[in-house]
């Protein structure tokens, strides 16, 4: 897993609460991505960054905030939690701008109720 | 836009037979097709990718896959299927050119190999 790690593994929460999600590497990767996994719909891309406090929306970032304050750590933050964000959520990084491969972390399954 | 496709919610095959994974995509200029692996409780394995040249690459754990410019699928094979194959598969395509990189992927396709 490119020394990939993700915590919490799993975690139930209720409506409302603020949550936050850690991804940790150790490859000195320069992208970071966070992705959900839901079925039907594959994985799609909240949010990524390519460097230190450089982020971007992805394709359904509304409700989800990210920052990356060292190389190694990105977070990913769900505001205020919503049923629908029930969801396994996959960090993956990318060594650099001439590399293509993304490597993925093991995921959190995140429960709101 | 950029979207990849996989047909197949399911595909069965027996031990030893040859599979075939199917994936088709629409991207605005050349693509970069990928395929990973997902195994029960696990995050995504990067099976290969095609970014030019031959049309056959070769990846990891046996597998390979055509790129058909022409018909514009990407599709995923194997000549003789393992039970340990069994997995959830999925293709991807590279969003653009500029170096972020940003990876679409199919629904994704779950592999059963019967004993």
């Known amino acids: 897993d490119a020394g990939i790690t993700q915590s919490p593994r799993h975690k139930v929460t209720e409506t409302g609460t603020p949550v936050t999600l850690r991804c940790h590497q150790t490859?000195?990767?320069?992208?970071m991505y966070w992705y959900r996994q839901d079925p039907g719909h594959g994985l799609r891309l909240i949010h990524y960054?390519?460097?230190?406090?450089?982020?971007d929306k992805g394709e359904v970032s509304d409700g989800y905030s990210v920052s990356r304050s060292k190389t190694e750590d990105f977070l990913l933050t769900l505001e205020s939690a919503t049923s629908s964000q029930t969801s396994v959520y996959f960090c993956?990084?990318?060594?650099?701008?001439?590399?293509?491969?993304?490597?993925f972390g093991p995921g959190t399954r995140l429960t709101v109720l | 836009a950029q979207s990849v496709a996989q047909p197949e919610d399911q595909v069965n095959v027996a031990e030893g037979n040859p599979l075939t994974v199917k994936c088709t995509y629409s991207?605005?200029?050349?693509?970069?097709l990928f395929w990973y692996v997902q195994y029960p409780n696990r995050g995504l394995q990067f099976l290969l990718k095609?970014?030019?040249?031959?049309?056959l690459v070769k990846g990891s754990y046996g597998f390979e896959a055509e790129f058909n410019k022409s018909q514009t699928s990407f599709h995923l094979k194997k000549p003789s299927a393992l039970v340990s194959d069994s997995a959830l598969y999925f293709c991807?395509?590279?969003?653009?050119?500029?170096?972020?990189?940003?990876?679409?992927f199919g629904t994704g396709t779950r592999l059963t190999v019967i004993p």
């Open positions: 991207v605005s200029g050349n693509p970069y």
């Open positions: 490859e000195n990767h320069r992208y």
């Open positions: 095609y970014i030019t040249g031959d049309n």
């Open positions: 993956a990084t990318r060594q650099g701008l001439s590399t293509d491969t993304q490597y």
């Open positions: 991807a395509v590279r969003a653009d050119q500029t170096g972020a990189n940003n990876l679409f």
């Open positions: 960054s390519y460097g230190v406090k450089d982020t």
